[in-house]
Each structure stands twice: as structure tokens, then as C-alpha cells.
């Protein structure tokens, strides 16, 4: 924990042996909701020198941590993006239909206290259904073969190719666009080819995504944001 400004802020450590320096960022939300700093620590560099490091750091994190967007549960009247749309969660507690979505709105139906649950729970389940939908369409474009895949709720990337062709994604991408949600998915079966990020790879990329570089641009302009919803 950090003392800024008056507030506790948590502290998380990652190592990344391809890191050339110590990378402070800050994330909008933790697993306990609260934001937070994270320090990438290159090879050889000790846990005690980043945070003698990061305390010199106060005034940056202070003035970042200010600029991240308020949080917003997944509770009655909130606005949330879904496939990059607005939507406002009505909660219908005498429906029996779970969860859907109509013109804008998504129902929630059931006990108030277990909405949040399930609309986590159903966008989770849209995410996956997409993601297995669209991966196999481009895996059969490339001729190639994949692992399991596995939706998560990761904090630096929004998808990864893991060994055995294992693919992994962010269930977040399902509130981003449409054409942000086929670049990330053409991105990591691409890597199903190619193991690097070369020439080769991105002609991969290009030839089964359309907007690739209007995509990565939104990633980086508003990509961190989708981590305030839920």
C-alpha cells in the first residue's frame, strides 16, 4: 500500500523478463473494486528497489488516479456499453426469463440483490458464445488448429495465444465494438500461424480483420475504461 495524498492506494508487482525498465500504470479496478498502481519489474531488478522507486512517484499516481472514470456497478438504472452500444439495466423481478437485452435495455429479472451476478454472469456468457463463434470461423480461414478457450477477466491484455493453442480473452471485449472485438479475436488466431509480430503476422491479421488499425487506436483511447463497468 501506498500512502497518496491522504489515501491507501494498493500496490500490485508483475515481472516481465522482456521489460528493459520498471513500468508504473495505474488500473481503474482491482478484484476488491479499489484502484490501485501496478509495477512491471524487469529481470534482475528487487521487489525493495521498485518501491523505493514507485514512493518518488507520488505526484504522478496522484494525478493519474484523479483522471480514472468513476466506477459503474452493474446495479438499476446504470448505462453500460454492450457489443459498443448503450444499454441501461432495467431489473423485471416477477420475469422468468433470466437476463435479455431489447432495444437498448438489458432485463434483469429475479431478486434485486443477485442482479449484479447475473448480468456479470450473462455477459460473460454472450462473450464466450461470440468469441468460440468468431475463433472458429478465422481458425478455418488459416487452416489452422486450436486449444481450449478460456474467457477471463484480465487487467493488460484482451487476449493471448498460450502454448498448445490454448486462447485466452478478455470477457470485456464483448462491451467494446464490433470491429474491436474482430481485431482481437483475428489477433490471437493469427498468432496461431505466427509466434512473433512480424511482417508476416500482421498480413495474417489484415487478411482476416478489416479495421485493424482503427481498432488498436480505440483499444489504447478507451480500452482502459471498459474495466469500470461491474
Not at 36 to 47: A, C, D, F, K
Request: glycine content about 10%; charged content about 30%.
Amino acid at each position: 500500500m501506498l500512502d497518496i495524498g491522504g489515501r491507501r492506494v494498493p500496490i500490485r508487482l508483475r515481472r516481465n523478463a522482456n521489460a528493459r525498465r520498471l513500468i508504473l500504470r495505474t488500473e481503474a479496478r482491482r478484484h476488491d473494486g479499489a484502484p490501485g498502481v501496478v509495477i512491471t519489474l524487469p529481470r534482475g531488478v528487487r521487489e525493495s528497489e521498485a518501491l523505493s522507486w514507485v514512493a518518488t512517484q507520488s505526484a504522478w499516481i496522484e494525478r493519474h488516479l484523479g483522471k480514472l472514470p468513476d466506477q459503474v456497478p452493474f446495479a438499476e438504472g446504470a448505462i453500460i456499453p454492450y457489443r459498443g452500444d448503450d444499454h441501461t439495466i432495467r431489473h423485471q423481478p416477477s420475469a422468468r426469463r433470466g437476463v435479455w437485452t431489447t432495444d437498448g435495455t438489458i432485463f434483469v429479472s429475479g431478486r434485486e440483490e443477485h442482479l449484479s451476478r447475473r448480468v456479470g454472469d450473462w455477459l460473460k456468457k454472450q462473450a464466450r458464445a461470440s468469441i468460440a463463434e468468431r475463433v472458429a470461423d478465422k481458425a478455418q480461414r488459416l487452416d489452422a488448429d486450436y486449444g481450449r478457450i478460456a474467457i477471463r477477466d484480465t487487467k493488460s491484455r484482451w487476449g493471448s495465444c498460450a502454448a498448445g493453442g490454448n486462447l485466452n480473452f478478455s470477457w470485456r471485449l464483448i462491451l467494446a465494438p464490433d470491429f474491436v472485438f474482430d481485431y482481437v479475436v483475428a489477433h490471437e488466431v493469427a498468432h496461431l500461424r505466427e509466434h512473433n509480430h512480424g511482417a508476416g503476422f500482421w498480413r495474417l491479421v489484415h487478411d482476416l480483420t478489416e479495421e485493424t488499425e482503427r481498432a488498436r487506436a480505440w483499444l489504447n483511447s478507451f480500452g482502459a475504461g471498459l474495466h469500470r463497468y461491474g
